[in-house]
Nanobody
């Protein structure tokens, strides 16, 4: 079992920045991948960014060049730096962690981009 706790969401104006954090209950280096999904009202959950063991990263096209995912193994934490935020980035952001056997999810944190 893996618990994940997100933080860092909030209200920001278009063009602003936020940094999301995800702290895991077990060694993050033991997870095959850690990442972020998001879900806006009426939409399906969308994979935003992933970082795998070894440091390989993937991003959905709409956030490339604006979002950066990273991890700190010493703190068992992953981060999503979000810059140049747009209203369409508004959603609940969920951290996930992947083991060989299962995926685990955090409770989500709301990100609202509005003037």
């Amino acid at each position: 079992q893996v618990q994940l706790v997100e933080s860092g969401g909030g209200l920001v104006q278009p063009g602003g920045s936020l940094r999301l954090s995800c702290v895991t209950s077990r060694s993050i280096s033991a997870l095959r991948a850690v990442g972020w999904y998001r879900q806006a009202p009426g939409n399906q959950r969308e994979l935003v960014a992933t970082i795998r063991t070894g440091g390989n990263t993937d991003y959905t096209d709409s956030v490339k060049g604006r979002f950066t995912i990273s991890r700190d193994d010493a703190k068992n934490a992953a981060y999503l730096q979000m810059n140049s935020l747009k209203p369409e980035d508004t959603a609940v952001y969920y951290c996930y962690g992947q083991t060989v056997f299962s995926n685990y999810w955090g409770q989500g944190t709301q990100v609202t981009v509005s003037s």
